[in-house]
């Protein structure tokens, strides 16, 4: 969603490449089984991992790995296991087969982990401790992650539900100079349970409504209060749990959460996983298909340092992903991707929140939605912002400069800007907004969401970011054109943005080519594919392991293979399209195959070469 991944790109290199995801109308049911799924069985697999009773079942390379002697101490209890120490060449291992459950949508492993090390580099790892599960690495570890005490390390083995497999830790060391790897209290979780059937691809929890109210310190960067949510089981499979998505948590640690949930009502709090991004909520009695809940939970949000999407520049903050939002599942189960600072992990359905916000008058608090604001105690305002059918919602709080006005299309448009930019440059972006909000408006339906309201800070390092009736963007047409795309692309056609990118990206960045008068001509004589395995269609866990790609392929080669296919149809029939899949799928979600299927009902020209050369698949 971002319109420019990189940070090197200055505003007059913006390129923007966005467009959202498109929903077709759902494919027919298919018959259930027979027999039901397994059903998870939550539980901790791994025995005795705190190494209390001696080795078994573990199986070590020599006596001394599973010990209680001096040199090192246990996280817990009086044993543990030390592998390496020797200060030569020597190797460690520590092996246990275990079983992960079927059924289960989340397994962790969990182990607690202290190195210590004789080696004086800061930069070369001579000593390596390896986690795997059978021939596959988990994770590596080495002399330059030494620490003082232990650290929590966590681990998503979700893939491995219903296999027995070896879990394995191998210390291996050189020639010279000790390095001590030293584990206590491994386990692995596992829970989640009511997988969907083959065939129940509803996606649940549906039609949530938040009820947020949230009071501010006197810098806007502390928020603390109380959130509900209601929802429904729209799924025949009855609803034993959810997940909340405390994604801003990828910006801190286990240890020191900006995002704290507590006092919990309405289910029972499990543990934190995906990085502490993910909290299970267990509730108590399954829900029915057609059945509603609510859960309450007190929040405290911290604000970081920094100009992010979540962060503060000086006294202007930031704050989108804050507000805990409820995972999805569907017909692949519960979606508890990581957190991905190079493009959206977020996948969420259209809600409804009510949001109240009690801060110091002395900052302007733009946000998701309609916002009113009213005296609060002295020197507060409170602003109440509402909005309906948004995936999710976003604020800022701060001393902005802020002018207004309207679209010829009616649309109200706010500009707050940060200190620095002046006043052509925030009038300039005004004019841009409300040129872009009923050009996208005009070729795929009205805008939904009221006002809109763009943060301008000319530090943002990633360009642009988009939420429902809220931006942040730089001074730069290109960009906001770009982010204000967004509000269809990803706001009202909703996506998989981890699995499914292109979908927000290459469609948006098509959507501002459009807006802007570019026709694409020639751009896709340019493509240079760097493997066969690069595609437009791979998830964001590819584009994180080949991050220089993916501006490039999502963004550029994405929104050329559009225009392509706008010249395979023609201009009408290509614009037909878009418009009718949008209406097909407003405030819905979006999969790849379902707009191939689409663009084929549009034109007699099969199009399957088309999707082969472009590499577009699913």
Request: aromatic share 10%; net charge negative; hydrophobic share 35%.
């Amino acid at each position: 969603m971002r319109s420019t991944p990189h940070k090197a790109l200055g505003i007059g290199a913006l390129t923007v490449a966005a467009v959202a995801a498109l929903v077709l109308p759902g494919t027919p049911a298919v018959a259930r089984p027979d027999t039901a799924p397994a059903a998870c069985t939550p539980a901790q697999v791994v025995t005795n991992g705190g190494f209390e009773s001696g080795t078994s079942p573990w199986t070590a390379s020599s006596s001394t790995v599973v010990t209680s002697r001096s040199g090192q101490t246990a996280h817990g209890g009086s044993s543990y296991a030390w592998l390496d120490g020797v200060g030569s060449t020597h190797t460690d291992t520590l092996t246990q087969s275990v079983t992960v459950p079927a059924g289960c949508s989340t397994a962790t492993l969990t182990f607690w982990l202290h190195i210590d090390t004789a080696e004086r580099t800061t930069s070369v790892a001579y000593d390596k401790l390896t986690a795997k599960v059978g021939s596959t690495t988990l994770a590596t570890y080495s002399n330059l992650d030494k620490n003082t005490g232990y650290v929590q390390k966590s681990i998503d083995v979700s893939s491995y539900a219903g296999q027995t497999v070896s879990l394995s830790f191998t210390g291996t060391e050189d020639s010279s100079l000790q390095t001590s790897f030293v584990l206590d209290d491994v386990a692995l979780d596992t829970s989640g349970g009511t997988t969907p059937p083959p065939g129940d691809s509803t996606r649940t929890p549906a039609a949530p409504s938040y009820t947020v109210n949230l009071s501010s310190d006197t810098s806007g960067t502390v928020w603390t209060g109380h959130e509900n949510v209601t929802f429904t089981n729209a799924s025949a499979t009855a609803l034993g749990e959810l997940y909340l998505r405390l994604w801003d948590n990828y910006h801190g640690t286990c240890g020191s959460m900006p995002i704290k949930v507590s006092n919990v009502t309405g289910g029972t709090a499990g543990d934190l996983s995906v990085a502490c991004t993910a909290l299970k909520i267990t509730l108590p009695a399954p829900l029915a298909q057609g059945q509603s809940a609510t859960i309450g939970f007190d929040l405290g949000i911290t604000v970081p340092s920094g100009a992010d999407r979540f962060g503060h520049d000086g006294a202007f903050s930031f704050i989108g992903n804050a507000l805990p939002v409820l995972a999805v599942r569907d017909g692949a189960g519960w979606h508890l991707d990581p957190y991905t600072n190079n493009g959206e992990s977020f996948y969420s359905l259209a809600a409804d929140f009510n949001v109240t916000l009690d801060h110091p008058s002395t900052l302007l608090v733009p946000a998701t939605g309609t916002s009113t604001d009213t005296p609060g105690t002295s020197g507060r305002t409170v602003t109440t912002a509402t909005a309906s059918k948004v995936r999710d919602f976003a604020w800022g709080a701060g001393p902005f400069t802020k002018i207004s006005g309207t679209s010829p299309g009616g649309v109200p448009v706010n500009i707050y800007s940060v200190t620095g930019i002046s006043s052509s440059s925030a009038q300039s972006m005004l004019s841009t907004a409300k040129t872009a909000v009923d050009a996208h408006a005009a070729r795929f339906g009205a805008y939904p969401y009221g006002e809109l309201d763009a943060v301008i800070d000319n530090n943002y390092w990633f360009g642009g970011m988009e939420y429902p009736g809220f931006v942040l963007d730089l001074v730069s047409t290109t960009a906001l054109t770009h982010e204000i795309g967004h509000q269809w692309w990803y706001g009202i056609v909703g996506d998989d943005e981890y699995n499914s990118p292109w979908l927000d990206e290459a469609f948006t960045d098509y959507a501002t080519d459009l807006a802007l008068g570019k026709t694409g001509t020639n751009c896709w004589s340019s493509v240079s594919w760097a493997s066969s395995a690069e595609k437009i269609t791979n998830p964001m866990a590819y584009w994180d392991a080949h991050s220089s790609r993916y501006s490039t392929v999502v963004y550029g080669y994405g929104k050329c293979a559009l225009h392509d296919l706008r010249r395979v149809l023609g201009d009408t029939a290509m614009a037909k399209l878009l418009k009718d899949y949008a209406t097909a799928h407003w405030y819905g979600v979006s999969t790849t195959a379902e707009f191939k299927a689409a663009a084929q009902a549009a034109t007699s020209t099969d199009l399957t070469s088309f999707w082969s050369t472009h590499r577009i698949d699913g």
